[in-house]
C-alpha cells in the first residue's frame, strides 16, 4: 500500500557516505521536530534523474529554506559511495542536499514505491516521488504517474505546494 497525506513515514536504515565510508542513517532520528523534504528517484547517472529531478531541487533550494524547509534528502535505491560521487557531480551536495542510499530498498518497499524493470537493469528501484514530512508525518505527497517524467515530483512542485 502507497503512503498518503496523513500517514507517518515508517523507520529505516539508510546509508550515506561519512568521514570513515558508509555510516547508517536512521531516517526516524533525521525527521523528529524537522520540516524535511525527500524525493526519491529510480537511479543515480540515470537520464531524467540526472537532467531533470536533481537540478529542479538544486533550483528550488533557496525557496524550500524560505518557506521553512530543515533539509532535502534525495533518495535512491544505490550504494552510498554512488550516491556521494552523483552528489558531486551533479552539484546536489555542494546545493546542500542529502544524499542517502536505501541500498536494500526496504523504505522505498515501505512506501509502496518500489518497482522493477529488468530490461532496464532496474531490480528493486524507487519509483519517482516528492514528499514534505513535518515530524515524520506527510504533509505533500507527489508521486509520479508516468516513468522518464519530472513533473509533480520535481522542485518547483513543491515549492507551490508549501
Known amino acids: 500500500m502507497t503512503i498518503t497525506v496523513g500517514d507517518r513515514l515508517p523507520e529505516a536504515d539508510l546509508l550515506r557516505m561519512g568521514a570513515d565510508g558508509p555510516e547508517k542513517v536512521a531516517l ?16 543515480a547517472y540515470t537520464g531524467t534523474c540526472s537532467t531533470a529531478h536533481v537540478p529542479s ?31 558531486e557531480a551533479t552539484g ?15 523504505f522505498t518497499t515501505a512506501i509502496g514505491m518500489e518497482f522493477s524493470n529488468p530490461d532496464r537493469g532496474f531490480i528493486r528501484r524507487c ?9 515524520g508525518v506527510v504533509k505533500v505527497w507527489h508521486p509520479e504517474e508516468g516513468t522518464g517524467t519530472c513533473d509533480i515530483s520535481g522542485g518547483a512542485s513543491i515549492v507551490a505546494a508549501l
Open 57 to 87: 531541487f538544486i533550483r528550488a533550494m533557496d525557496d524550500l529554506r524560505a518557506k521553512g524547509v530543515d533539509e532535502v534528502i534525495c533518495l535512491s535505491v544505490n550504494d552510498p559511495f554512488v550516491m556521494k560521487a552523483w552528489g
Open 127 to 135: 519509483k519517482r516521488f516528492a514528499l514534505m514530512a513535518e515530524d
Open 28 to 43: 526516524g532520528e533525521m525527521l523528529k521536530g524537522r520540516r524535511v523534504v525527500i524525493f526519491g528517484l529510480p537511479g
Open 92 to 106: 546536489a551536495t555542494e546545493a546542500g542536499i542529502t544524499m542517502l542510499g536505501d541500498t536494500s530498498s526496504v
